[in-house]
């Protein structure tokens, strides 16, 4: 009679880019969907009828994933947190340009928006590759309808996907990160000169600069 809970790695990081706390997972699951496909494919019919009497649907567990992030005297969450609820004014857009967004296993296209003070991105849902995707595995994807503020942006780094120097990561306050990829170069100048002027900090040995 007892509920399951779940757990997965957050994606929170330390400074060295290490995973290290774990947050509930709302979509966890004791596997039992994938035994009974085996059942259903190798078993015979008997053996399903038993694998659905044994197996019981699990509840999901609502969790507030902000407040998950938000770590015990750590004094960027909570002006992260104030932040937000205070602050929902969007400015001018500054500059728009096609993007991608590049989180684990899925590759999103979409409009990145940035104005005086945040950064937006749409996905383009009418996308045929993004119509292709698993929804289970857009439920893990964050930043898909995002907003980010300036205030929230610690670094900025260039990267390259697909090995083209196209692409920027972009650190947040929380600890997590998002990976944005462009059309070419040029977009990515742009978009570095329309972010506010951040570096890694001196522990990296570079200075607070573009």
């Known amino acids: 009679s007892q509920l399951h809970d779940f757990w997965r ?9 290490r995973r290290r706390r774990f947050v509930r997972n709302a979509f966890g699951s004791t596997h039992s969907d994938a035994l009974l496909k085996a059942a259903v494919e190798y078993g015979t019919e008997e053996d399903v009828v038993k694998s659905k009497k044994t197996f019981r ?6 969790q507030n994933a902000e407040t998950e992030l938000m ?4 004094d960027d969450a909570v002006s ?13 857009v500054v ?5 991608q967004l590049i989180a684990p296993v899925v590759v999103a296209k979409g409009t990145l928006s940035i104005t005086t003070t945040e950064i937006y991105f749409e996905v383009d849902e009418d996308d045929p590759p993004f119509k292709k995707i698993d929804p289970k595995v857009l439920a893990y994807t964050e930043g898909l309808h995002g907003k980010w503020m300036f205030s929230e942006i610690r670094a900025v780094f260039s990267r390259r996907y697909l090995l083209q120097n196209t692409a920027l990561e ?17 977009t990515v100048k742009k978009v570095v000169y329309s972010l506010p002027r951040v570096g890694v900090g001196t522990s990296y040995g570079l200075p607070q600069a573009r």
Not at 80 to 92: C, F, R, S
């Open 95 to 99: 500059l728009s340009t096609p993007a």
């Open 80 to 92: 992260l947190l104030q932040e937000k609820e205070i602050d929902n004014l969007a400015g001018p």
């Open 9 to 17: 790695l957050d994606y929170w990081e330390d400074d060295l880019r």
């Open 57 to 62: 649907s699990q509840a999901v567990v609502n």
């Open 71 to 74: 770590l015990e005297g750590d």
């Open 170 to 186: 972009v650190f947040m306050a929380n600890r997590t990160s998002v990976m944005f990829n462009f059309p070419d170069q040029a």
